[in-house]
């Protein structure tokens, strides 16, 4: 059996260059947009985000990063991945999840995100988390690379 933690980073002091680089590499391996290696060094920069690592006892094996914003009680997923290796077994939702709870346990209750239009297996993870779609917004991602606006509110806020 898989044995798993997540371990929460907000700020600047607990994010570190070796950090970066692995967030990179796994950026630029197995996303289909990935950011170059300055943008993940600048991550904390002038931002307000939460990230939550997915390790194994060796590694790093997915990320979920948001902006946010809780004096608004928002929040924006900027990226989500799992290394392929550990996908289809349930731990991009438990990823999502723990997010998901750390925001709402710091204030935020209404998040949004952008997932590309043909990326089904996003979607069904964002559907299967309550979040809906609300629009399509044409060549986001490039020409003829749309991307489906999705939100959710809480419960309790919506």
């Known amino acids: 059996m898989l044995e798993f933690n997540f371990i929460a980073i907000e700020g600047h ?3 570190t260059s070796e950090m970066a680089f692995v967030l990179s590499e796994l950026d630029r391996q197995f996303f289909p947009t990935p950011w170059g290696h300055d943008s993940w060094e600048k991550l904390f920069l002038d931002h ?6 997915l390790k194994t006892q ?3 094996i997915g990320f979920c990063l948001f902006d946010k914003s809780v004096a608004d009680s928002f929040a924006h997923l900027l990226k989500i991945l799992i ?4 996908r289809n ?10 997010a998901l709870l750390n ?11 952008e997932v590309e239009e043909d990326n ?6 964002y559907l299967s988390a309550a979040f809906q779609i609300i629009h399509c917004k044409k060549n986001f991602y490039g020409a003829n690379r749309s991307a489906l606006i999705m939100t959710r509110a809480n419960k ?3």
């Open 48 to 53: 307000d985000r939460l990230l939550i690592l």
């Open 13 to 15: 002091l607990t994010f």
């Open 120 to 125: 089904y297996a996003a979607q069904k993870l």
């Open 156 to 158: 309790s806020h919506s």
């Open 89 to 98: 077994i349930g731990l991009s939702k438990k990823l999502l999840g723990s």
């Open 83 to 86: 290394h392929p290796q550990f």
């Open 58 to 60: 060796e590694s790093v």
């Open 103 to 113: 925001l709402e346990n710091a204030g935020c209750s209404q998040f949004f995100l």
